[in-house]
């Protein structure tokens, strides 16, 4: 397996442990440079974040990955974790809803239970 394949691997099921609903997985290694995999999911609530955070940077330290940006807004109900190879939307409800940033990128929709 793929260390990026490993890694999308590990950060979904952190996310399903963490009780994220619809999680998307897609793959956008040769549409964009800027990482391989963008990991779409919705949370609760913004309460939610902490504890993902911590959770994702402990994990991934195996993998000398370290967030390289996060950009949280409550106000929106948007939170993006970019680890550089893969990068983290989460939205509360209404603002994905709203954005439906899968849709941009529907076509490179992995099924995640094939990783």
Do not use: C
């Not at 990991?39 to 955070?53: D, E, F, L, P, Y």
């Not at 996060?70 to 939170?79: K, L």
């Not at 680890?83 to 509360?92: D, R």
Request: no cysteine; charged share 25%.
């Amino acid at each position: 397996m793929q260390v990026e394949k490993k890694i999308a691997k590990i950060v979904i099921d952190i996310l399903n442990e963490k009780k994220v609903e619809d999680i998307i997985l897609i793959d956008i290694s040769q549409a964009l440079p800027i990482a391989d995999y963008f990991i779409i999911g919705t949370i609760a609530s913004s309460a939610q974040i902490g504890s993902i955070v911590k959770e994702l940077e402990e994990s991934l330290k195996q993998f000398d990955l370290k967030q390289i940006n996060r950009a949280a807004s409550e106000q929106s109900g948007w939170f993006l974790l970019d680890f550089n190879l893969i990068i983290i939307h989460l939205f509360i409800p209404e603002t994905r809803e709203y954005y439906q940033l899968e849709n941009l990128w529907k076509k490179y929709i992995v099924d995640i239970d094939k990783i």
